[in-house]
């Protein structure tokens, strides 16, 4: 295939990198402090495709309070364990390597802010190798609107974009694509739990492993 002017964009947490060991640390961090009960590992894995704001609403569930004061030290408590734990999956460092050698743009849309995802790929080697980022509250809107993906492929200026794609581990990942008119490439190795009705995302394509990827771009 041609690869001239097609870019790959990836998701962040569950697709490029796992965030979910410090996601979880930080949460009973916190629930030590508000002299609650720890929670196992397995209880946040699966939220944390829907950020911090989706656990917080998990484990809180009957009050939230996003804004509030308790939301607001879980947020401090994650910046503070900020790539403690985080690493790419198995085989993306090989990805991103490849992707590279063919001169293929390659770039991040997630909806997690600024304030944590600059410093988190910063740690991880993989802010200054992605030619964009564009996260929660770069644009006005979050995925699955098309938007970020659109500025995205805008600040990239894409010539290719039917031969472009987008790769995410969640259903809102795979109507952003379509929504932007991009090839999708859903993840099944991230946050995905066994009653996920992966069928009914209807992606363009599925992998089970980050080394699939190159055999589908």
Not at 107 to 116: E, P
């Amino acid at each position: 295939m041609d690869n001239h002017g097609k870019v790959v964009l990836f998701d962040l947490d569950g697709t490029l990198v796992d965030t979910a060991p410090e996601m979880h640390l930080s949460m009973n961090v916190l629930l030590k402090e508000e002299g609650l009960m720890p929670l196992p590992y397995e209880s946040i894995r699966p939220h944390v495709s829907n950020g911090v704001m989706g656990i917080f609403k998990n484990v809180f569930e009957d009050n939230p309070q996003f804004g509030g004061r308790r939301f607001n030290r879980y947020l401090d408590i994650y910046e503070e364990h900020l790539g403690i734990n985080a690493i790419t999956f198995p085989g993306i460092d090989e990805v991103i390597l490849k992707i590279q050698e063919k001169s293929i743009e390659w770039g991040i849309v997630t909806n997690k802010s600024k304030r944590f995802a600059k410093p988190l790929l910063s740690k991880l080697k993989l802010l200054n190798q992605t030619s964009c980022l564009v996260c929660g509250d770069t644009t006005g809107n979050l995925k699955p609107n098309p938007e970020p993906i659109n500025h995205a492929l805008s600040l990239l200026q894409t010539k290719n974009k039917k031969g472009s794609f987008y790769i995410g581990d969640s259903k809102k990942d795979v109507d952003a694509a379509k929504a932007a008119g991009i090839r999708s490439i859903a993840c099944t190795y991230g946050y995905i739990t066994d009653d996920t009705k992966l069928e009914k995302w209807n992606a363009d394509f599925y992998v089970d492993h980050a080394l699939e990827i190159l055999n589908v771009i």
